[in-house]
């Protein structure tokens, strides 16, 4: 298909895991030539379960399937010294190796990076590992919980009393697949500069959803407490509701929000009620909130009851499970689900969610068999570069321009995945509404004392972007800001799907104003259709898309994260549909409008559900803290308050290295506990013996004495223990700045380091102050004079200070 905007591109894929397979996915769903070396017997993953029947006697992994849609499979070995030569022979005419062995592996390999590097150094290579190539746990063994656990997204879920809860596996390789495709597609774009280098790792790149509630952390010196299970955040009513049918999603952040919500269950009252009227009072009286509201909510259906939330502006959302959510119009009428075929098996999955509308990604498609391909048989292919990049090349993004007109924390995260790789980004606010992360305060000494310049959130989601400011319900700052996209590459907003029309910037007239210009939106349903004007949080977005009813236990209702998922989500997932739109542009020199669905973003995170109830009819039962082929597997806890431990054993000789640490040779001599199966009966006791081997023993030791012995374990940490992590540390990826108004504080790094390098990019443009660069765009992009720029200030045009809500009533007036 050689319409789509990575056509051009060959990339080979060696190693194993969710986060190699998502990435290459993202390459071959969009049209790059992806070839997977796979060893003799094929890839493990293809045995993990659920399978599928591909024909011949041959059982498939469903989610192995999925994640390799649209490529290529060769067997060989890259140790073996003839597999050795026949893969250097194919990464010679190849852009893009993507590397998931372990480091160690890498460095001693026939086919490690520094030989390829010397003798192929037009090559450009990621490698993908949990926690990168330096660093106390380098070497650390991982599994999915463990890394959530060590990425403090564990230990605020679940029970006030605990344990915390694990998640079903299938998030970790989404978002770091994301994570390494940006900058390897990024690099790939700047080709001319020479190919990189990037090591990327999962656990850095899961910290990019944590970073939310680090920053509170860091603000206010602790991290909030578990607050139960089916609460959500720091306010209420929040979490999953029954209804008459179905559950409710439901997030109630601001005053407006509680008293449309009052008004909608028809208990007016409510609204207006003092000890109800904050955001905290509310969390407090929520035992109380919720004998009132849950009644209630049981006379409607969820269904009722979130087209109502349509109306009055509400963040609801009906939670599927995964039957309901497959049958729901609102995705397929976006294509939002594609067959994928292995052998004779089909069923549906998730299609890719960057909806480019000039070139949608393949609807998913075939997968291949172990060794269906021939590396004879593969078409002639030509790279472009054929030098490596050094550190003196300019970063891979350098000479975009990217109109930020976006808020919060998804929009935001997109940017700065931007910026971070050298795009230069034009952050817009206004005077009377600045980004609500610099705070939503009203009274006097917010603004008096500039609080709204003092947020860890903003700080973070920020770095490397100019900011301006401009009244766009002016003419003249309309004018401006058309002025700034006829030259620009790119335009992204965050908004609901009303909101830009509003202004008078639909998207065809944005298009208008520049054909060029990659146009992204990004509301919860997209752009188009009745769910269209949907109000949504991350938290929101979580609930529709159906996650929270396959996470915790089998009575537990549906179980949210506790982290503000779908931002973060989106905000890759739109970073990576900018990096494809960019691609398109350099091809065809034409603009598009990317029609994200924020909700559809969340789809990939759930996909082995989803795929598991295509092709069987049903999705298993929900096991809790424990694992469909570990055992055991959990959150335990460790010496001390509220302290806890996640493991996990992977194989039988794991088990007797458990029994070793625990010193328990009666359990390792058990022969009923020597296999899998066998430890799945005893699995109450197992985890008893565990809970008392750990009741006097610190978590950090029992961290480490475990990974001595081989067995993926990890402290569940909280988001503010992040700050003092020594691997973090080691790795640079803590960098301490210090801004005005903020002075010294600390800022989270990429989670990749490009070439050999062991920390990461340092940061040199901390976020901006309101209207930082007002002058310095206006005049050096625009071209106004000094005397032009002091009359827009005059007029308040643009500012560097946020205007009191009761200026802003005055003006409104006027």
Known sequence: MSDLPLSKFRVVEIGTGDTLGYCGKLFSDFGADVIKIEPPGGDPA???????????????????????????????DPENPVDANRILAL???????????????????????????????????????????????????????????????????????????LPRDGQVGVVGGLTAFIPSLAGLFGHADGARRFAVNNLEAMLQISEFDTGLALEIGFSRPRPGINRFGRGYPSGAFPTKHDWLGVTVVTPAQWIAFSKMIERPDLGVESKYSSHI????????????????????????????GIELRLPLAVVPDMKELLAQDVHRSRGAFGPVTIGTASFEGPVLPQHLTRALPRANGHAPLPGENKITDLAAHQRAATRAATPQDALPLKGLRIIDLTMGWAGPTATRQMGDLGADVIKVESCQYPDWFRGTDTRPPYHEERTYEKTYWFQMNNRNKRGITLDLTTERGLSLLKRLMKDADAVIDNYAADVMPRLGLDVQTILGINPRLIVVTMPAFGMSGPWSGVRAY??????????????????????????????????????????????????????????????QCMLPMVAPSI?????TGATSTRLGNRHPRFVPHGCFPALGIDQWVTLAVRTDDEWQALCGVMRRPDLAENSELATVAGRRQHEDAIETAIRQWLAD????????????AGIPAGIAKLPQDLAADPHLLSVGHWQPRERPFMGPHLLPSVAYREGNATQPY???????????????????????????IAELARDEIIGTTATMPKKRTARAAE
């Open 538 to 599: 991350g938290s929101t977005l979580e609930q529709a898309s159906g996650l929270p009813s396959v996470n915790g236990g089998p009575n537990d209702p549906p179980t949210m994260l506790h982290a503000a998922l779908g931002d973060p989500i989106g905000g890759l997932n739109a970073a990576a549909a900018l990096m494809l739109g960019f691609m398109h542009q350099k091809i065809t020199g034409k603009g598009q409008h990317i029609d994200l669905s924020q909700v």
């Open 46 to 76: 293809r045995r993990i379960s659920p399978v599928v029947d591909a024909g011949n006697g041959q059982s498939e992994s469903i989610t192995f399937a999925w994640l390799n849609t649209n490529k290529k499979s060769i067997t060989a």
């Open 697 to 708: 023993v610190r978590p950090d030791i029992a961290m480490v004495s475990l990974q001595s």
């Open 762 to 788: 340092a940061i040199d443009h901390l976020a901006p102050t309101l209207g930082q660069h007002n002058h310095d765009v206006l005049s050096g992009v625009l071209g106004l004079s000094d005397k032009d």
């Open 281 to 308: 009072g509310r969390f407090t009286h929520a035992d109380e909130l919720k004998q009132i509201i849950s009644p209630i909510l049981l006379t409607r259906t969820a269904m009722e009851w979130f087209e109502k």
């Open 91 to 165: 990464l010679a005419s190849s852009d893009l190796l993507l590397d998931a062995r372990h480091p160690d592996i890498v460095e001693s390999s026939l086919i490690s990076h520094d030989r390829l590097r010397q003798s192929d150094p037009g090559l450009a290579i990621t490698t993908v590992s949990w926690f990168g190539e330096s660093g106390p746990y380098r070497n650390y063994e991982a599994t999915e919980a463990v890394c959530r656990s060590l990425a403090g997204l564990v230990k605020l879920v679940g029970p006030i009393e605990g344990p915390p809860v």
């Open 611 to 615: 795929l598991e109830q295509s092709a």
